[in-house]
């Protein structure tokens, strides 16, 4: 439930940080907003093409939920 909460208020930043630059506006505190797993909320090892973390893309990627990219072998 905690990281619930933290993530539903990392996204009304990332929306009021949003809104305020497409008003033209200078954001107040930019540095406070950083991106988080969609999934499970995690803020480390955050991969942005995917909009998830690091260990959630291994376990999509394995499962083939990902579209374009499989396990290497060589």
Aim: net charge positive.
């Amino acid at each position: 439930m905690a990281r619930k909460s933290i993530v539903l208020r990392q996204q009304r930043g990332q929306a009021r940080y949003k809104k305020e630059l497409a008003e033209g506006k200078k954001p107040t505190m930019p540095t406070r907003v950083y991106n988080r797993c969609s999934l499970c909320g995690r803020r480390h090892g955050f991969m942005r093409f995917f909009g998830v973390c690091r260990i959630c893309f291994r376990e999509l990627a394995c499962k083939g939920e990902i579209p374009g990219v499989r396990k290497s072998s060589w």
